[in-house]
């Protein structure tokens, strides 16, 4: 069945990098548009950046832009987030979800697949 797996997340400090995966097994991602979520503790799921399924277009929330990075690996079946000069405020749970249609999307609910999440905690 249609499966997605993060990985990568973790504790560092102000201002370290990380380096989020997210692994797609039972479907071709390449059909797939991407986007990257999260969750922090009594807040709702936020769009954090979203990638095209021909990597031809991406997006990013304002707070990111400039630190992060999106990319995609369809050859691997694999979409990265690429996190640096991390801040406090980006500690959350790190979601990845696949649609199958073309463009980006930035709401939740329009997702057909979810990864169970990795946590990202950074230290002042």
């Known amino acids: 069945q249609a499966q997605l797996v993060e990985s990568g997340g973790g504790l560092v400090q102000s201002g370290g990098s990380l380096r989020l995966s997210c692994e797609a097994s039972g479907f071709d991602l390449g059909a797939y548009s991407m986007g990257w979520f999260r969750q922090a503790p009594g807040k709702e799921r936020e769009v954090v950046s979203c990638?095209?399924?021909?990597?031809?277009?991406?997006y990013y929330r304002d707070s990111v832009k400039g630190r992060f990075t999106i990319s995609r690996d369809n050859t691997k079946n694999t979409v990265y987030l690429q996190m640096d000069s991390l801040e406090p405020e980006d500690t959350a749970i790190y979601y990845c979800g696949a649609k199958k249609a073309l463009g980006v999307w930035v709401t939740a609910s329009f997702y057909d697949y979810w990864g169970q999440g990795t946590q990202v905690t950074i230290s002042s």
């Open positions: 990638i095209t399924s021909d990597s031809s277009n991406t």
